[in-house]
């Protein structure tokens, strides 16, 4: 009986398996130089799983009897994998398009946020919206994340600060992971603002002695599934003792350390984070020399967001300097009401041009590195066999235009394919087919 098969992608004038023996991150010369084949196919299975990567005529040769649900001529076209984006705050009501003008006219966050707006207003407003309707926008952002390739998504609770509307965030992440046909790795924020009236050691024993009770609670009963705990760790907000104090007690129940760290000021997050053993820290703008080392070693991803330090025009993160030392870099998009961008290859655009990263360690940070910061790169991040088939099919002759073209990702994004799915397809292409 001839076996049968989910998808066959044929003929891609370049495959990009950006890694090609197993690696779970790539650094240094490593991130500078990504595996290619040419002329090549490749074949996914009924379990979503890659099955074989190759030039076309073998694997023409090594499927010759088998059937597909769906194969794809990619003549022409570039196969790359699906892009990661490793930091976003996507759940919440009441957009903040009102800040930006105040931004433009010279107020800095801080001074935003100390006068009730910035993460104040979302928290208001998301605190009054129903669960049905954070789901409805939750929804509409991952959909327009995934029509510009993004196939896995870091999504952050953190607009509640109170238990009740925490929980709330965290079961519409949940309702999108069961019913949506995109990666997610959940993260709880409920650290990502000191609440109205509290200090901020105050907050951290609310969140110690009652939120982490209940979300493990939660996750043992299987009600939600949180994979990280994240903190602001910043003047003003979370201090590094409080800080660790939170990402300890989230340690401690299972969930790994990933949080926000030396945006605005230098805090030594980045030594805080190796010490204790974190999965990611992100921003970074302001990091110490020491942190940089202290996180090369300790094999902590640098999770960088050139989208924030664009609009918010902060110094940008010393992402050579990190490269150099042997960091591993990751990139996120940062999508918030603060730092409004659905769009991976423009935050690779945006990483090559303002952190002066190649293209080869942009895309690197924004697939197997970025699938690193989330624990997920023995599954995500890279064509090889084995991983669950998410990629993307780009018109045209070089991957290399999907950082290059600054915006217009509608044009040369022809296909999103998610566990070997086709979720988006682009509308010259046809007529979407049915599973």
Request: net charge negative; with cysteine; charged share 25%.
């Amino acid at each position: 009986m001839a076996s049968r098969h989910r998808l066959l992608l044929e003929n891609a004038q370049q495959l990009v398996l950006v890694c090609g023996g197993g690696e779970e991150h790539l650094r240094r010369e490593g991130a500078g130089s990504l595996a290619v084949l040419r002329a090549a196919s490749l074949v996914v299975g009924l379990d979503g799983c890659i099955k074989a990567v190759g030039q076309a005529d073998v694997i023409r040769n090594q499927f010759s009897g088998a059937t597909f649900e769906r194969i794809i001529d990619c003549s022409g076209k570039c196969v790359l994998p699906g892009l990661v984006d490793a930091h976003t705050h996507p759940v919440w009501a009441g957009d903040r398009v009102h800040e930006f003008s105040m931004k433009l006219a010279g107020a800095s966050y801080m001074e935003i946020h100390q006068a009730g707006g910035g993460i104040h207003f979302t928290v208001e407003h998301t605190r009054k919206a129903t669960e049905e309707e954070l789901f409805n926008t939750f929804k509409h952002r991952l959909e327009r994340m995934r029509r510009a390739g993004s196939t896995l998504v870091e999504c952050k609770s953190g607009y509640g600060l109170n238990l009740e509307t925490e929980l709330k965030m965290l079961r519409v992440i949940e309702r999108a992971k069961q019913s949506m046909d995109i990666g997610i790795s959940s993260t709880y924020c409920g650290a990502h603002s000191v609440p109205k009236g509290k200090t901020a050691a105050e907050a951290a024993d609310d969140i110690i002695n009652n939120h982490l009770p209940k979300l493990k609670e939660l996750q043992l009963s299987g009600e939600i599934h949180v994979n990280n705990i994240d903190v602001f760790c910043e003047k003003g907000v979370f201090d590094l003792e409080s800080t660790r104090r939170i990402l300890q007690a989230g340690k401690d129940i299972g969930l790994q350390i990933n949080f926000h760290g030396d945006e605005l000021h230098p805090m030594k997050s980045a030594e805080l984070g190796a010490e204790l053993g974190a999965r990611a820290i992100s921003h970074l703008e302001e990091v110490s020399d020491e942190g940089i080392t202290a996180m090369a070693r300790a094999k902590c991803a640098a999770v960088l967001l050139p989208t924030t330090a664009y609009m918010l025009r902060l110094k940008q993160p010393p992402a050579r300097k990190m490269l150099e030392e042997g960091v591993i870099v990751a990139l996120g998009s940062d999508f918030n009401p603060n730092a409004y961008c659905f769009s991976m290859p423009m935050v690779m655009h945006l990483a090559c041009v303002n952190l002066k990263m190649s293209m080869n360690e942009a895309l690197a940070a924004a697939t197997i590195n970025a699938a690193y910061a989330l624990g997920k790169s023995d599954t995500h991040g890279s064509i090889e066999t084995g991983k669950q088939g998410d990629l993307i099919i780009i018109n045209a002759s070089r991957w290399e235009h999907l950082i290059y073209q600054f915006g217009g990702h509608e044009e040369l994004i022809d296909y999103v394919i998610v566990k070997g799915k086709v979720v988006y397809q682009n509308e010259r292409c046809g007529t979407m087919s049915s599973y």
